[in-house]
């Protein structure tokens, strides 16, 4: 059984709708697949729709920016109530600030000359989406400043850029409280991914243990095989759950669905501890 817990969709930064990450899942002989785009759920509905379709398990999922004096922090929670006000409130406060965020980024690179405007940024964003500096890169694609996400980045958007801003974003312990109240599953994402810049460390991760983070996501693409091996150990030791997975973007990044995977058991425990939303398997 291949399952992987972490993709996005244009509900986010992905750069394919929902749908079409469920078929590419089905191609990807998934079985399983979490759709987790960054701060919302918008993208669950038409998700469930098309993995029902396909005979696919869906997870449904989020991965909420958090973070702690300038160090960010990615929390996934799996199957938790959307509704929930804890965390509604949250999802909603952290996405108004992104569309200020949006607007500072865009007049600090207009005043320095980058052929960028708020309104061809809002072109990349589906409504009602996340809206976030893949978008922003996605834009200087289009107008051919640069060839790639990645180049954006390296060139306009990183953390250290002189154009990037912050938006608000809970704290990861937080972030920790509202999964639970929502009846989800926490789970810190790609902890010690060090290409982003600057990244949690092990008093951090149990801290979060100590609020009730119940697993870490090890196995990510982004982590040098070292720092997926201590994220492992540093789990095991504190008892947690053992999660791996894609981060899909769809075209935006390289990452390929299915490129790293989570067992069948740390689902099974998952899904039992759950109790905000319910898994959507095939009859
Ligand atoms: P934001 O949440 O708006 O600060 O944007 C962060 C998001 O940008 C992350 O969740 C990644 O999906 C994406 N990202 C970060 N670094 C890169 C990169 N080098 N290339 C493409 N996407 C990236
Ligand atoms: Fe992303
Ligand atoms: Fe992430
Ligand atoms: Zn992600």
């Not at 909420?64 to 938790?80: K, N, T, V, W």
């Not at 972030?175 to 990244?199: M, W």
Request: hydrophobic residues 40%.
């Amino acid at each position: 059984m291949t399952i992987d817990l972490h993709a996005h969709s244009t509900a986010s930064d992905g750069t394919g709708p929902p749908a079409q990450v469920m078929r590419e899942a089905a191609e990807a002989d998934l079985q399983v697949v979490a759709l987790t785009d960054h701060d919302t759920t918008a993208g669950w509905a038409e998700a469930a729709t098309a993995a029902e379709g396909l005979g696919l398990t869906l997870v449904r999922g989020i991965e909420i920016s958090c973070s702690r004096e300038g160090l960010s922090i990615h929390l996934l929670g799996y199957l938790p109530d959307p509704d929930h006000p804890d965390l509604a409130d949250e999802l909603r406060h952290a996405r108004e600030s992104r569309e200020t965020r949006l607007d500072r980024m865009v007049a600090r690179m207009e005043a320095d000359g980058i052929p960028i405007t708020v309104e061809a940024v809002r072109r990349q964003v589906q409504p009602g989406a996340t809206v976030g500096r893949p978008h922003i890169a996605d834009a200087l694609l289009e107008v051919g400043v640069v060839s790639h996400r990645d180049e954006a980045f390296e060139r306009f958007l990183r953390n250290s850029s002189p154009y990037y801003v912050s938006h608000y974003a809970p704290d990861p312990v937080r972030g920790v409280e509202v999964v639970l109240a929502a009846g989800g599953v926490p789970v810190i994402a790609h902890p010690f991914a060090e290409q982003r810049g600057r990244t949690a460390d092990d008093a951090l991760v149990e801290e979060m243990a100590a609020a009730g983070l119940a697993g870490v996501e090890a196995w990510h693409p982004e982590m040098t095989p070292g720092a997926e091996r201590h994220a492992a150990d540093l789990a095991a030791g504190l008892g947690l759950l053992v999660t791996g997975s894609s981060d899909y973007h769809g075209s935006g990044k390289v990452n390929r669905l299915g490129e790293r995977t989570t067992a069948p058991e740390v689902l099974e425990a998952i899904v039992a501890t759950a109790s905000g939303s319910s898994l959507l398997s095939p009859p």
